[in-house]
Each structure stands twice: as structure tokens, then as C-alpha cells.
């Protein structure tokens, strides 16, 4: 669960998530920030340089890649996240149980305000995402943590 600073236990997530199945723990956190890193390889991100790898594992154990794809009017411009969301999405896996995300930097890098809509959107307050540099340094919130107001469709009625 999270702590007061909002650091996450992944391994206790892990027990208590509604989330999180049988084979959602057969994936470590370590193996997931390896398939965000090989789909950071595939970023197509020629403006600012900046490559993101995302990989999210749904309830159901599997797991779904993307990176970042860049366009020049920027605008158009889509994140990591949401590439590996949309791709869940698509195929019929519409609950995320862990996310995790790796980029340069010297701190781990964060989602942004609309990834952390659609984490929100597909996951649930238990949703943990894992945040990685390329150096190995990790840090796991809950989406709770990390978007602690979201916009539902309680403000649609």
C-alpha cells in the first residue's frame, strides 16, 4: 500500500489489488520495465529527442508495448502510455492492473496529465505505475497518488 510520502509497495499491490490476478504477478516489475525499455526503442520522436517505452500488464496477465510517436505539429503527438493503452484498448483488455514507463533523466519521469486520465480511465486506485530512468532508478505510485482528482462520468450526468 502507499506510504505517507506516496511511494508504493508493489509486492503488497500486489496481494490486495482488485486488479491484479494470478497471472499479473507473474510478471515482475523488473521483466515489465524491460518491455518498456524494448518499446522505447521504437520511440519516433525526432523534435524533442525525448523516447518513451511504456508497458502495461491488463487483469487478465497479458502484457501491451508502445513508445511515443512524435508529429511536428505536436499537437498530434502521442505518448507511450496511452500508444500501450490503445493497443489494450483495441484488443479487448479494458483494465489495467500495472503500468510501467522508462525514459533519460536523472529522476524517473512521470505521467502526464492526460496518461494519467487514461491510466485512471482503464485502471483503477490501485492501478500502480512504475516509473523507471534508463540507469535502473524506480519509483511505483498508485494512480490514486499520482491523480488523486480525476475527471469521471459522475461530472457527465
Not at 530512468?133 to 498508485?142: A, E, I, Q
Request: with cysteine.
Amino acid at each position: 500500500m502507499a506510504n505517507q510520502d506516496g511511494m508504493w509497495d508493489t509486492a503488497k499491490a500486489l496481494e490486495t489489488s482488485s486488479a491484479s490476478s494470478a497471472a499479473d504477478a507473474m510478471i515482475s516489475d523488473a521483466d515489465l520495465i524491460e518491455r518498456a525499455r524494448e518499446a522505447r526503442q521504437s520511440a519516433h520522436a525526432p523534435y524533442s529527442k525525448f523516447q518513451v517505452g511504456a508497458a502495461l500488464v491488463s487483469s487478465e496477465g497479458r502484457v501491451y508495448t508502445g513508445c511515443n510517436i512524435e508529429n511536428a505539429t505536436y499537437s498530434l503527438t502521442v505518448c507511450a502510455e496511452r500508444v500501450a493503452i490503445f493497443k489494450a484498448a483495441s484488443e479487448g483488455a479494458l483494465r489495467i492492473a500495472r503500468i510501467a514507463l522508462i525514459a533519460e533523466g536523472d529522476e524517473p519521469v512521470t505521467p502526464c496529465g492526460c496518461c494519467r486520465q487514461m491510466i485512471w480511465e482503464f485502471g483503477d486506485d490501485n492501478t500502480v505505475v512504475v516509473m523507471c530512468t534508463l540507469s535502473g532508478r524506480v519509483k511505483s505510485l498508485s494512480i490514486a497518488a499520482l491523480f488523486p482528482h480525476p475527471f469521471d462520468s459522475s461530472f457527465l450526468a
